[in-house]
């Protein structure tokens, strides 16, 4: 009964997240969109997960070509970094595989910057691969199938995309597509 009790309370915390997380989304105008550092935005999320990613062990690699300057909302963004880093994590161990690592690396062309998360963990099974964003999808046994929807939701928000494959030396790599902060503007 105690175990039974512990998860219905880890579920109902986990859902309390999710509409505090959901009001905040839908709730703000996106008039308060400004322009944001995407670096600086990575680097606070870094902060937090670095703790997790020592005490499993997992190696941070930041390849950081740009320092582009986005038009968004940083709490939405970091929402997304957080979810992607979570995912990797899970990815990770689940696998466990030799190399245990994550590479974020950033980049922009004229119009957009472009953020991708790798990890060395699984990959992302064929069988998930088409429903990957959908409302309610998982491939965890404890998952609610909210993550990578709201990602794709708050992205799309941002005027911008996220897409998702297989690394070539195996492991997930998301790839975010954000409108530089001119571009945005000028539109």
Do not use: M
């Given at each position: 009964a105690i175990t039974s009790l512990d998860e219905i309370c880890l579920q109902s915390n986990?859902?309390?997240s999710l509409v505090q997380n959901l009001r905040q989304l839908f709730g703000s105008k996106i008039e308060k969109f400004e322009s944001i550092n995407l670096q600086k935005?990575?680097?606070e999320v870094?902060?937090?997960i670095k703790p997790t990613l020592q005490s499993k062990r997992i190696?941070?690699?930041q390849q950081y070509e740009s320092n582009p300057i986005v038009y968004g909302d940083s709490v939405q963004l970091q929402q997304v970094l957080i979810n992607l880093f979570n995912n990797a994590i899970d990815s990770i161990n689940e696998s466990n595989p030799n190399v245990r690592e994550i590479l974020i690396a950033i980049t922009n062309n004229e119009y957009y910057a472009t953020l991708s998360v790798t990890d060395s963990g699984l990959g992302i099974d064929s069988v998930v691969f088409e429903s990957l964003f959908e409302l309610y999808k998982t491939s965890?046994?404890?998952g609610l199938g909210v993550g990578l929807w709201l990602s794709k939701t708050i992205i799309?928000?941002?005027q911008g995309k996220i897409t998702a494959s297989n690394h070539a030396r195996g492991g997930a790599c998301f790839e975010i597509q954000?409108?530089?902060y001119?571009?945005?503007v000028v539109k």
């Amino acid at each position: 009964a105690i175990t039974s009790l512990d998860e219905i309370c880890l579920q109902s915390n986990q859902l309390s997240s999710l509409v505090q997380n959901l009001r905040q989304l839908f709730g703000s105008k996106i008039e308060k969109f400004e322009s944001i550092n995407l670096q600086k935005v990575c680097n606070e999320v870094l902060e937090i997960i670095k703790p997790t990613l020592q005490s499993k062990r997992i190696v941070l690699l930041q390849q950081y070509e740009s320092n582009p300057i986005v038009y968004g909302d940083s709490v939405q963004l970091q929402q997304v970094l957080i979810n992607l880093f979570n995912n990797a994590i899970d990815s990770i161990n689940e696998s466990n595989p030799n190399v245990r690592e994550i590479l974020i690396a950033i980049t922009n062309n004229e119009y957009y910057a472009t953020l991708s998360v790798t990890d060395s963990g699984l990959g992302i099974d064929s069988v998930v691969f088409e429903s990957l964003f959908e409302l309610y999808k998982t491939s965890k046994p404890s998952g609610l199938g909210v993550g990578l929807w709201l990602s794709k939701t708050i992205i799309e928000r941002h005027q911008g995309k996220i897409t998702a494959s297989n690394h070539a030396r195996g492991g997930a790599c998301f790839e975010i597509q954000i409108p530089l902060y001119e571009s945005a503007v000028v539109k």
